[in-house]
Antibody
């Protein structure tokens, strides 16, 4: 069974930093491009970042560009999201998710398997 | 950034009724659109990809249509487990974005 387990969330002051981790099990992480998606309490979904299979290519939402950084260690089956210069509006549950592998062209950036999330709260 | 606008925000319907949800893109996105269902306390589930393709295991009462800027998710006959929030999402270019969501509630 494919599983994703996020960790690293918590309470942080505005301007602070956190590193989120997402550990994959039940599949080979290097077979999948991955994304981070967040959801503020009681609000909708917001795509945050994507990273290619190898980690060579990364993409970001305008709202986090220059402040967040995605990386991965396929040997450790782990995905990372470094959050910096945090703001109150970054408060959300952060999910990692696999990209859907069955589009006509192969893998495509829809989100198939999701972790249970890790909560980031930015407050003084 | 492409903006996806979902309507209506809330749809109040009875069991067995047909639900029609709309997602409009601020520019042409070809067919690069997916639909998700999210129930309270759970993570989203991918229902439809590339506008009209049902994910394996999704019931046939769910169907997607559209191309360009206008897309529709139809639930042909609502079952109790279908009352949830539905989101559209595009993959046409970066950054990807989601619509604001549409809640299907029991009338």
């Amino acid at each position: 069974e494919m599983r994703l387990l996020e960790s690293g969330g918590g309470l942080v002051q505005p301007g602070g930093s956190l590193r989120l981790s997402c550990v994959a099990s039940g599949f080979t992480l290097s077979d999948y491009a991955m994304s981070w998606v967040r959801q503020a309490p009681g609000k909708g979904l917001e795509w945050v970042s994507a990273i290619s299979h190898s980690g060579d290519d990364t993409f970001y939402a305008d709202s986090v560009k220059g402040r967040f950084a995605s990386s991965r260690d396929n040997a450790k089956q782990t995905l990372y999201l470094q959050l910096s210069s945090l703001r109150a509006e970054d408060t959300a549950m952060y999910y990692c998710a696999t990209h859907f592998p069955h589009c006509s062209s192969g893998s495509c950036s829809y989100f198939d398997h999701w972790g249970q999330g890790t909560l980031v709260t930015v407050s003084s | 950034e492409i903006v996806l606008t979902q309507s209506p925000a809330t749809l109040s319907l009875s069991l067995g009724e047909r639900a029609t949800l709309s997602c409009r893109a601020s520019q042409d996105i070809n067919n690069k659109l997916a639909w998700y269902q999210q129930k309270p306390g759970l993570t989203p589930s991918l229902l439809i990809y590339d506008a009209s393709n049902r994910v394996t295991g999704i019931p046939v009462r769910f169907s997607g249509s559209g191309s360009g800027t206008d897309f529709t998710l139809t639930i042909s006959s609502l079952e109790p487990e279908d009352f949830a929030v539905y989101y559209c999402q595009h993959r046409y270019n970066w950054p990807h974005t989601f619509g604001g969501g549409a809640k299907v509630e029991i009338k």
